[in-house]
């Protein structure tokens, strides 16, 4: 272990002798806490500490990475990051320039989860645990609570020097109920950025999570066909980022002939209704940051205007290749890793529909709830609801099993034809991508309708 100020003051001003054409160096320190359930017995409940960095060199075109968690032999480390480099390089080193910063950005004593003590974290835990137990027929049920406050800083060969911390705090909820051969779940997931009240005072939703779980045993399941379908502001959230969101990083883009013709600036995807946002200035939300792992500033980057592609998120690599402005969207999970394309906030910009105007003269359609899990594949996508209801001549009724959404991405884009009143952001669990997860983000949208939604059931 090191000490990460000693760390930063001792190799500031380090590069100038090395012949790259840009040295990127973070450090890092990391303290954290879990506690998690499994059914009704305590499984962990650990505090940790991390700290560690890593060196970034770029020559001619290629790309070396050191990580490391002393000190000793520093001066050696980037020696070998910037030796990978040159072994890498093939030309065409293209990276786009920002400008030099120095800055320090902190958190305050509401948003750092260690000064609540792990009793406290584990009695709050208690109480869930309880709460999920009170209610007959669960079979199992699983409760996971972590959090964590992080202090990273990093120094550029082009002058920059930011210091940056953070702060999350994540809880997750699972109840799984069994009777006559079947089995249901359901589930919460929430989040904040470091502020432990936000996941109190949940007793009455965690109960209803276990009595949803139960009853959807006794649940009809949905006739399989095209609906019209609604979307609440969490799956409607979970399709933006995974079904389009993933197709804007622009490293993705760059490097897929065929991506890159589908994903032209200005070709129409939607009605002049839908807007598509990702905003990493949202700094209340867990997807928001002041500077990127480049040192780029984040920012607000409108990937769908008026239905129409006009952005896409960038690292300062992508954006040179692709000669557009950098997004400040490279992210990495851990000093363990490099930074690549990632989203922030992304959502869904509300319109002025309202839910009983969107319901209203919906026949029969399906109104879709929070999730489970899906998959995407280009622009095919496939997800689970995790609850789901009939739409019967305007009102929601019955209660059905939870259905599959799958389709074209681009198709049902353009097959949005209401836009809520009612945004919502989802700051539960992370992102996944190239090895590299969970990474903190945010996702959200008003209520949407979808006209012939493929749903899967019987």
């Known amino acids: 272990m090191f000490d990460i100020n000693e760390a930063a003051q001792y190799l ?3 590069f100038g002798h090395y012949r790259a054409d840009h040295i990127e160096v973070h450090l890092e320190e990391t303290e954290a806490s879990a506690v998690a359930y499994r059914g009704r017995d305590l499984e962990t409940a650990t505090r940790t500490r991390d700290a560690g960095g890593n060196i970034r060199a770029l020559v001619n075109g290629g790309w070396g990475f050191v990580s490391f968690n002393s000190l000793d032999n ?21 990276f786009a320039g920002v400008p030099a910063v120095t800055t320090e950005v902190t958190i305050d004593e509401n948003h750092d989860p260690r000064l609540i003590s792990l009793a406290d974290k584990k009695a709050l835990l208690d109480e869930y ?8 027929g669960l079979q199992t049920s699983n409760i996971g609570y972590g959090d964590s406050r992080r202090k990273s800083v990093l120094l550029t060969s082009g002058g920059s020097f930011i210091s940056q911390e953070r702060a999350d705090v994540t809880l997750r909820v ?20 470091g502020t432990f009240s936000d996941i109190k005072g949940l007793h009455s939703r965690v109960k209803e999570t276990a009595e949803r779980a139960v009853s959807l045993l006794k649940a009809p399941q949905a006739r399989g066909g095209e609906y019209t379908v609604v979307l609440d502001p969490v799956l409607a959230g979970v399709f933006v980022h995974e079904a389009f969101g993933h197709l804007s990083e622009a490293d993705h883009i760059y490097e897929n002939p065929q991506l890159k013709a589908v994903m032209v600036l200005g070709r129409e995807f939607g009605g002049e209704h839908l807007n598509i946002i990702d905003d990493a200035t949202m700094l209340n939300l867990r997807g928001g940051y002041a500077y990127d792992d480049e040192g780029t500033p984040g920012q607000r980057v409108h990937l769908i205007r008026e239905g129409k592609l006009t952005g896409r998120l960038h690292s300062r690599e992508t954006a040179a290749k692709m000669k557009e402005a950098p997004s400040g969207n490279a992210r990495a999970i851990s000093f363990r890793h490099p930074p690549i394309v990632r989203m922030g906030n992304t959502f869904i910009e509300p319109r002025d529909v309202t839910f009983d105007q969107m319901i209203g003269d919906i026949k029969e359609g399906i109104y879709a709830r929070n999730w489970y899990g899906g998959t995407t594949s280009m622009e095919m996508f496939t997800f689970s609801a995790g609850e789901a209801f009939m739409i019967r001549n ?42 590299q997860s969970p990474l903190a983000v945010s996702n959200g949208s008003p209520h949407i309708r979808i006209q012939q939604c493929l749903i899967g059931g019987r």
């Open 394 to 435: 305007g009102k929601v009724e019955e209660l059905i099993r939870p259905v599959v959404l799958s389709g074209n991405v681009f198709e049902t884009l353009k097959r949005i034809d209401a836009i809520g009143n009612d945004l919502d952001m989802n700051q539960g669990g992370g992102c996944g991508k190239g090895g």
């Open 12 to 14: 500031s001003g380090k």
């Open 129 to 136: 645990n309880e709460a999920l137990w009170s209610v007959g």
């Open 74 to 94: 520093i001066e050696k480390r980037i020696e070998q990051a910037v030796e990978q480099a040159r072994l890498a390089g093939k030309g065409g080193g293209e």
């Open 174 to 193: 699972n109840a799984v109920a069994a009777g006559d051969g079947e089995v249901q779940q359901s589930g919460i997931s929430m989040g904040s950025r």
